[in-house]
């Protein structure tokens, strides 16, 4: 009796250890962009590769590029555009997936079964059809490609649940088998922490999710994070050409000095063709904050701009307050957004001996020198070995006398 109930022990525990992918799609419209959660349930040894992937339809290959996205925690995402015939009959295949099994190490295929069929709505692939932002100074800006594989006119419009994403444009039409190339921009002073969003695209009868999750760490940011502010950005109107849609407020920021962040003013002209629009930076901000351009030509009626400001780029920045402007200058009128940037300090957990930083030392004064320490051992293990050999001598000699 004790053996059995062993034994089912035994195999319960091997269930709950058991390693498996789960899979989370729909069934899929010919000509679109595929999109496919993946759960890992359990330990991998090695991470899932998009060339190990395969799709086979009635016992052929069919050629995808699949894009597989680490989300982490466990969690993958995988998209691909398939263009060939409808088949109800595929097999997704996860080929040499190295893994934990009950505290051993195997290698085994993983697939699931899916579907591609022929609809009437309205189609559209879309690169990328997943996004992990992981940072602003790479990421501040990417296109979004939208293709038409319909033999009819679409509509396409974008927009997004997140704030600091925005659009070059947001409505327009693509012919049969037509294509656009939108640029997606990304914000760090709008920012609030979100961790997922989505962006969503309206295309005729039909809605396209691209889901976006947000890998942004700001543990070591002793102050808040920059745009935390539940008010939506509004819409004013400065001067008589310059419309401000973003950042009119100016900017106010809290980093560590060894930190840098980035953002940008979004402009529009609202009224006639502007020359020339300056860009100049006002009060001791200069020392720490750096323009992207220090002049925009040709500033025509309607046109949009996006003015980059790089700030402590050179991680040179002291502790303490910077106060100053950013100033657009063009024709007669002069725009001045005001700038406020709090250097705090990072502690460091390192012990200081006269001003100078020695990691991992004390001051001689609070306690015995290490090298004393270490002479004293050395002057006792010689006195020590001295005796024995004295007394080990003396043995021997005794010895030889009574011989």
Known sequence: MKFHLFFLFFLVLGSVNAFSLDFSFSEYSLGTTTQIGILINGTLEEN???????LVCSGLNIDIVPNLLNIGNGEYYLYFDNIGVAQDNCTLIFNDVIYYESGFLKQMDFVTNISFVENNQSKIMINPAGIVF???????????????????EISVSISSDLDFIEFDIENFVLSPEGFSNSEIYFSEFVYAGEEKG?????VNNNTFTIPVWINIDYSSNPGSIPGDDDEE???????????ILQGLEGFDLIIASSEDKSGYVLLQNSG???????????GDIIDIVDLQNENL?????????????????????EFGNYTGSLEIHYESEVIKLPILIKIEEVEINQTFINETV???????????????LVLLFVILAGAILFLSYKKKTKKSADFLKHV
Not at 48 to 54: H, V
Not at 134 to 152: K, R
Not at 198 to 202: A, M, W
Not at 233 to 243: D, F, K, M, Q, R
């Open 48 to 54: 899932l590769k998009s060339e190990n992937i395969d």
């Open 198 to 202: 989505i962006i969503s695209l309206e």
């Open 134 to 152: 992981n940072d602003f100074e790479s990421q501040n800006f990417m296109q979004l490609q939208i293709s038409n594989t319909n033999d009819f």
């Open 358 to 372: 020695l990691p991992g030392t004390e001051k001689e004064e609070n306690g015995i020198n290490v090298w004393l």
């Open 272 to 282: 006639a063709d502007i020359d020339l629009v300056e860009f100049k930076l006002s």
């Open 233 to 243: 950005p509004a819409i004013h109107s400065v001067g008589n050409n310059i419309e």
């Open 297 to 317: 030509k040709d500033f025509n009626s309607g046109d949009k701009f996006r003015e980059y400001i790089y700030v402590n780029q050179k991680k040179t920045a």
